[in-house]
């Protein structure tokens, strides 16, 4: 192998680089167990030890144990937590834009009482009806919302029934644009398989973000409503003298206050006692210079003190904004401590200050401190243009981006469409020498000095910012202005859905499994190869774990789907070269040569079949969302270090061996495997007929099950209700999914922790399409009846009024348009396969054939799932894990297809003169120990996870199980007939244009 010294480098520095990531995870599992003991399950004990090493270097002499916390692998909230956020989108503010701001005075209460109101949990476009009609009874409210914005919906003689529909469906229009604005927010901050639901109360979103570590940039991100504005300033200098006026008019009126309160009062004055204390006056002639110091001190402190609370008295704005110090050209018109500027905001909107002045004066707080300490703040004066707005607003924006500046650092690039930058470029002509100040909801980023007029609407928003900071920025403007403001009225830490002891029984699984894929190839190839392709399989885990960790990505169910079947790639690329390399030894070749030869035919194989899988993945990284692009991102790591591992770790190890002729005595067979289909001679092509009957039947199955019995779909797509239940003891949320399950025998149930050990949240689909109390009642007497045991004496009253904390009617998890992108992702993914395989084969057979043969086997999954859900002892529901199992399924079969037409190929070229049948059938018999080994391989590790593994992860193991099966089946009588078939009348044309030629 050329380049040895290169390839050995490059493994070395992947080695430390994945050590020096993976030890984050390492020193923060070993500080928090630290935690742990010391707690001894005090949560406020845990929570002040990880508090108290926060800023302590814990790695590498340099690394702060929370700097550890954020360079960590990573867990979705399906394996370790995360945030869970409810999000009130403001209906008041929708009413408020659709009757333009209107000013009428009825309305704005009625507005308000609804506000009041919906606190009940009532429809606020309800409540804000019966509230107008309270205090207006002859209320026409087309006369309010007859704007220019409805007017194609609404006009003056609408009826207030027609208008209350129009406005339901704006106020959906708007839900949706939220939504929409959040689901690309949260896909462009990077957090993967993020669950968004609409639920039924007006304006609500619940939003789960797993392995989020930096929850106040998350909540500055979902509540930005992406409000932007370009206003002109004031100077310093144009509004001094009015500051200092209302300062001494401010001063005025609490002289004035203190002197009723004086008058108000008799004070009683008592001289003071005399001093006889002995000890002390001794002390006081004693008394040596330092006290005498601290003394004179203590009197400066405090007459320093006196004198300061006597200055803001009597200068109460001056005292904590020191305008006075300020430059006079500029718009700040005060520097203000944090912990001041609420006593600033109410001095400066008093009415003895709006009576001083300017009517368009509005004043506006920078959004960061300007010292090293963080907490001096800038107040901004802003000049308001027509109707009190901003002369230029941020739906104008085209276009957004984080940027580098030389001279300003980060920065955000924006461009403009054609309205925005011709009154862009006017706003900046008028306002040349002045700044323009840049607003984003009400806190200002930055405020430039205007040097020229703007023109072509591009311009910059700049301020200091982090790289972070100016990512954020620009994602909440690329992603567009939601129609209304956005509260978190509810947020909790989401407890790890598969529990402490899902997790212990996926851990052994796992290392099950590991054992007995290494005793496999130990028992098929003999020790050392066995142990050199093992050694290949822990360092493919290795380096996907190492580079996951260091891309921060988050580790989801689905993620885990793809680090599998790159395990199972990988092992299929040892086996491909060893069976090849068994070739070349009965060929007669020597040991060094056999390997080398064996790596050197195995390659293409090898190549073609990991570029399908990772042009695939690169496709449902680009489309996807949420599951699906947690599993995109550790399929393309995984199957690129398995590359790696396979052929060229491996291949080092045999030849540093062979070099110093210790391996000279392999086989690559064992007692055992030695004859193992060494010498097979298989009609495939011949039996294809009987191939194609058993497929006919076994889609005609799967058709009248999906008539007959249909699918069972979980939450993530039916929707359902979730319960919040606290109890008074700890409880393990598998345990009562186990009690429960009886109960909603056919329905989709699933129990998470939240927030504690001692709370829950149960969700099922059953009667989700039923509304009413008596269905609510229903449901939450089933859930009292099913965990009665572990009630005590708690009657259905109290657990219903006491121990549910919330109740919620969820709507679809994956919303259509996500369903549509996952939709177009497959299938964009499997026309650029069928392309690639196109292009490298240059055969249209063998394109059709790898077509035909993953959607079939993607068919017989989910007719499996729909034949036998409540009929095996375990959840088998149409969820986001079974996405990410027909996904994996995908993946295998196509790279076992690739491999054995690359062989059909090989065949061929080598062969040119065989007829097609026989070389078909040679490719199909000499890849047979290759198919059946890798897919043995294959099961041992999914019979692991399915028997030993937690229950919430049987359904995803099955999938796959399944699917590794019907794909082999799918690859020897469906991927290779269908290629043949359509080989075969190519060839028949061919042969009959040639015959008539020749006549």
Known sequence: MQNKGFIRVIAVLLTLICLFYISFSVVTAIYNNKAKEYAAGDEAKYKHYIDSISTEKVSWWYYTYQQCREMEIGLGLDLKGGMNVMLQISVADVLKSLSNNNPDPNFNAAIAAAQAAQAGNNDFIASFYDEYRKIDPNVRLSAIFSTFQLKDKITPRSTNEEVIAVLRNELNSAVDNSYNVLRTRIDRFGVVAPNIQKLEKDGLISIELPGIKEPERVRKLLQGSANLEFWETYKLDQLIAKLDAVNNALAAANASQATDSVAAETPVTEPAPAATDTTATAAAATGDSTAQSLKAKLQKEESDAEMMARFRKQNPLLSLMNYTQAYG????????????????????????????????????????????????????????????????????????????????????????????????????????????????????????????????????????????????????????????????????????????????????????????????????????????????????????????????????????????????????????????????????????????????????????????????????????????????????????????????????????????????????????SRNFLTDTHINFVGLRK??????????????????????????????????????????????????????????????????????????????????????????????????????????????????????????????????????????????????????????????????????????????????LYGVLPFSMEIDQNFVAAVLTVIGYSVNDTVVIFDRIREEKTLYPKRDLVTSINSALNSTLPRTINTGQSTIIVLLCILLLGAESVRSFAFAMLFGVIIGTFSTLFVATPIAYEIQRRGLAKKAAKEAAAAK
């Open 690 to 867: 009987i191939g194609y009957i058993c497929i006919l039947a076994v889609i005609a199955v799967f058709v009248v099950s999906f008539f007959t019995r249909g699918m069972n779909q979980g939450i993530d797509f039916s929707g359902g209700r979730n319960y919040v239940v606290r109890f008074e003891q700890p409880v393990s949320p598998l345990e009562i999914e186990n009690m429960l399950e009886p109960s909603f025998e056919g329905h989709s149930l699933s129990v998470i922790t939240i927030t504690s050990s001692n709370q829950v949240r149960i969700s099922t689909n059953y009667r989700i399409a039923d509304n009413g109390e008596e269905v609510d009642r229903e449901i939450e007497t089933k859930l009292y009846e099913g965990m009665k045991s572990l009630l005590g004496d708690t009657t259905y009253e109290e657990f219903s009024e006491n121990m549910i904390q919330s109740r919620q009617k969820v709507g679809p998890t994956i919303a259509d348009d996500i369903k549509v992108g996952a939709y177009w992702a497959v299938f964009f993914s499997l026309i650029a396969m069928a392309l690639y395989i196109l292009l490298r084969f240059r055969n249209i057979a063998f394109s059709a054939g790898t077509l035909v043969s993953v959607a079939f086997t993607t068919f017989s999954v989910v007719g499996l799932y729909s034949l």
């Open 329 to 672: 050209g500029s718009p700040v018109i005060g520097i203000v401590n944090k912990n001041d500027t609420a006593a600033v905001n109410s001095m400066l909107s008093s009415k003895i200050a709006r009576d001083i002045l300017p009517s368009d004066l509005i004043l506006r707080w920078t959004v960061k401190p300007i010292d090293e300490k963080q907490t001096m703040y800038q107040l901004i004066a802003l000049k308001a243009g027509k109707g009190g707005k901003a002369p230029l607003g941020g739906d104008v924006i085209t276009d957004a981006r984080d940027d580098f500046d030389k001279l300003q650092g980060s920065v955000v690039s924006m461009t403009m469409n054609a309205e925005g930058a011709k009154t862009w470029e006017k706003l900046t002509r008028d306002n040349i020498g002045n700044a323009i100040a840049i607003v984003l909801d009400n806190q200002v980023y930055s405020f430039p000095n205007v040097n020229q007029a703007i023109t072509g609407g591009s311009s910059q928003i700049t301020g200091g910012f982090s790289p972070e900071e100016a990512k954020d920025l620009a994602n909440v403007l690329k992603s567009g202005k939601m129609a209304a403001s956005v509260t978190i009225v509810q947020e909790d830490i989401i407890g790890p859905s598969l529990g402490q002891e899902a997790i212990q029984n996926g851990l052994i699984s796992f290392l099950v499994a590991l054992v007995l894929l290494m005793a496999y190839l130990i028992i098929m190839y003999g020790w050392t190869p066995g142990l050199i392709a093992s050694f290949g399989v822990i360092c493919n885990l290795f380096f996907t774990v190492g580079i996951l960790a260091s891309l921060q990505a988050v580790l989801t169910l689905s993620g885990i789907a793809g680090i599998v079947l790159s395990l199972a790639m990988a092992v299929d690329a040892n086996v491909l070269i060893f069976e090849r390399t068994k070739e070349e030894l009965r060929a007669g070749k020597n040991m060094k040569s056999a390997v080398a030869d064996g790596y050197k035919n195995a390659f293409s194989a090898i190549f073609d079949s990991n570029l399908t899988s990772i042009i695939t993945g690169v496709i449902l990284l680009i489309y996807g969302t949420g599951p699906i692009l947690g599993f995109a991102t550790t399929l393309i790591i995984g199957i690129a270090t398995s590359f790696f591992t396979a052929i060229f770790i491996t291949r080092l190890i045999f030849e540093a061996g062979l070099n110093r002729g210790k391996f000279n005595n392999m086989t690559f067979t064992t007692a055992i």
